[in-house]
């Protein structure tokens, strides 16, 4: 099931984008300020969604989840901050649900445009080609711009 996510889900998020293995301790900190602050109602638009995993699922925390907030100096512009499925579920579809629902969310605020960006290493290919598979055209790639050998590969999707 995707819902909103609350309060209570924010040690559960904690632990999905840990178990990604995507961010190291001062980017889980920063994570974890940024969810307290949406939460608190700090981060008008900004908006979390998370996929359960129901009464079938062993593990008991959230299954996936995806951050997503109106682009602030563009008309109906919107960026997808994170999207992530924890590697114990991962390859059963739960992403493209999860992004199909960020998508229908963003719609129903007259978005124009869906940004998502990314990595452009090796390890970050799947990532890529999940986005191309969605519908969404590679649209820049800035070189070097996380650190050395590490792009940032930017993807749209217009509505």
Same mark, same amino acid.
């Given at each position: 099931?995707?819902?909103?996510?609350?309060?209570?889900?924010?040690?559960?998020?904690?632990?999905?984008?840990?178990?990604?293995?995507?961010?190291?301790?001062?980017?889980?900190?920063?994570?974890?300020?940024?969810?307290?602050?949406?939460?608190?109602?700090?981060?008008?638009?900004? %908006?979390? @969604?998370? *996929?359960?995993?129901?009464?079938? =699922?062993?593990?008991?925390? !959230?299954?996936?989840?995806? &951050?997503?907030?109106?682009?602030?100096?563009?008309?109906?512009?919107?960026?997808?901050?994170?999207?992530?499925?924890?590697?114990?579920?991962?390859?059963?579809?739960?992403?493209?649900?999860?992004?199909?629902?960020?998508?229908?969310?963003?719609?129903?605020?007259? %978005?124009? @445009?869906? *940004?998502?960006?990314?990595?452009? =290493?090796?390890?970050?290919? !799947?990532?890529?080609?999940? &986005?191309?598979?969605?519908?969404?055209?590679?649209?820049?790639?800035?070189?070097?711009?996380?650190?050395?050998?590490?792009?940032?590969?930017?993807?749209?999707?217009?509505?």
């Amino acid at each position: 099931m995707i819902r909103a996510a609350i309060a209570a889900d924010h040690p559960a998020l904690l632990n999905l984008a840990r178990a990604t293995g995507l961010f190291d301790a001062d980017e889980l900190e920063f994570f974890s300020a940024m969810m307290i602050d949406c939460f608190n109602g700090d981060m008008p638009g900004h %908006a979390w @969604l998370v *996929l359960d995993g129901g009464p079938s =699922t062993e593990n008991p925390s !959230l299954v996936g989840a995806a &951050y997503f907030a109106p682009e602030v100096m563009a008309d109906g512009v919107w960026n997808l901050w994170f999207i992530g499925v924890h590697p114990e579920h991962q390859g059963a579809g739960h992403g493209s649900k999860l992004l199909n629902a960020v998508e229908d969310a963003v719609r129903q605020n007259d %978005a124009r @445009l869906l *940004l998502v960006e990314t990595s452009g =290493t090796d390890e970050m290919e !799947l990532t890529r080609q999940f &986005y191309v598979k969605a519908n969404y055209d590679q649209e820049a790639r800035i070189r070097d711009f996380y650190k050395a050998g590490d792009d940032k590969v930017v993807f749209r999707k217009a509505f």
